[in-house]
């Protein structure tokens, strides 16, 4: 007869049924505490087993991975992507993978290609040609956000995709859907419509609703018809992620107006890219960290999310006036085509300061043109419009003119408008989260896109000590977890999914530079999701282990 008790053989089953073993980890575990020493076992894809240094039998498994010198953190969570259409055409998609992001959410800046109909889906993939291409080698077989996570799932025969993916619900598509590309205010049933089509994405999966206040349609929409919409958002248990309506002058009115805004819907606020770029807000970090600690100490529901570089990227026709750009792609075109009416928008851009460019006059020294989609425009990428101008011996805004017009509204740029101290005193708040919003598209992509999580890592852990490496990985793993209401993400606990990185804290570092912007990470040698490897000795393996992750509305009623 055995002498064990059955603690001692629930401990044995558990480590003869596990399927891997990571040995002397320095686990960072996501919730800001000192790291530790420890093994960690991972079976079925979830954390089954950590045993810290010297407490009692070392835990064995079919497979072991010597950890030591490694620290052991949750995936991160990328909570501002543009992914939605490069997870459905790169099954390798090491420009995520390979930061160790196990969860992107997609959906952003209220453009994106769900809930959408056979109407306005051209308009949509025209209108985001810069940030995702234009869409003609994907298959739009989905029109619902719930068809849209499904095809997420069944991608690539069924294997799925190669990164998680949650979804936000893109208030400007819904408004193109409900009411068009005019600049008016919605009637009573269009704002009906809307607000429908916002509870069947929260149903069918959205983790919340994004804006983009300086993209047109969505920027049409006033205040009234955002707080309704939002409080849809809120009886799901979603939250709204605003591109809100100004980083430039207005920036401290437009963080209010949102703050404002959700606590009289009821509903969570996460700042998207939460920044205050410029000239006229150098050194006014401050101003907007006390905006928000006043609202939190009021009771207010917020979280953000930041990149760690300076400069920022969208596209050039997003710089026009509001008013340039109703109706849609063709009507933009139109007006660029008339010689009155571009120097009307010219007029807006450089002496008044456009709504699109944040009520700043435009200083087109700062707009560097970093993707283009027509050929023989290649020539332009690299350098500002002011550098390409003088090259040409024109105006500015001729050059400006014709990318847009030749490149039929599809031309990225790079902004170079930031203030680094700003950038640091907002990654240091308590409600900070990562976002790359990295753009994948163009020659010459933002570096973002490919080091946002090793930078932060790297040079604000390592090298700056802006954040303790504890600090930094909780900011990245838990608190955005906490906001999508994953409950088994986002933590190295027993019983949560095994999303893991593995990265070496003396020498991790962003590869992508400006220069060479779509360079890989180095030190990150391992990344886990679901427990399968799919970074293994610093290369990217062939697992497709990533999902649709859906929102806390689909969950409930599941």
Known sequence: MSTEGPGARATAERQHAMDLIIRDARVVDGTGAPSYRADVGVADGRITEI??????????????????????????????????????????????????????????????????????????????????????????????????????????????????????????????LAVGWEDRPATAAELTRMKELVGQGMAEGAVGMSSGLTYTPGMYADDAELTELCRVVAGYGGYYCPHHRSYGAGALAAYEEMVRLTRNAGCALHLAHATMNFGVNKGRAPDLLALLDDALAAGADISLDTYPYTPGCTTLVAMLPSWAGEGGPEPVLTR?????????????LEV???????????EWDTIEISGVGAPHLAGHVGRTVAESARLRGEAPWATARRLLVEDRLGTTILQHVGHEENVR???????????????????????????????????????????????CVAHLTSRPAARLRL??????????????????????????TFDEPRTLPVGIPHVLIDGRFVIEDGRRTTALAGRAVRGAGRRARA
């Open 51 to 176: 045993r810290r240094e010297g407490d009692g039998p070392r835990p064995t498994a079919a497979r072991t991975l010597d950890a030591d010198g490694l620290a052991l953190s949750p995936g991160f969570v990328d909570m501002h992507a543009h992914s939605d259409l490069a997870l459905l055409r790169d099954p390798d998609h090491s420009a995520k993978a390979a930061q160790g992001v196990t969860l992107e959410v997609l959906g952003q800046d209220g453009l994106a290609y769900a809930p959408c109909d056979d109407r306005t889906l051209d308009g949509i993939r025209r209108s985001i040609a810069g940030w995702n291409g234009d869409g003609s080698d994907i298959d739009f077989d989905w029109r619902t956000v719930g068809q849209y996570l499904d095809r997420l799932d069944r991608n690539f025969d069924g294997q799925g995709i190669a990164v998680n993916a949650a979804y936000l619900i893109p208030q400007g598509t819904v408004r193109m």
């Open 336 to 348: 660029l085509a008339d010689d009155a009416t571009a120097e009307r928008i010219r007029h807006h």
């Open 352 to 362: 008044l300061g456009s709504d699109g460019c944040h009520g700043v006059p435009i």
């Open 425 to 471: 005193q907002i990654m240091r708040h308590r409600v900070h989260t990562g976002g790359s919003d990295g753009i994948l598209q163009g020659d010459k992509p933002h570096p973002r896109a490919y080091g946002t999580f090793p930078q932060y890592l790297g040079r604000y852990v390592r090298e700056l000590g802006i954040l303790t490496l504890e600090e």
């Open 487 to 512: 409950p088994d993400r986002g933590l190295v606990h027993e019983g949560y999914r095994a999303d893991l990185v593995l990265f070496d804290p003396a020498t991790v570092a962003a590869g992508s």
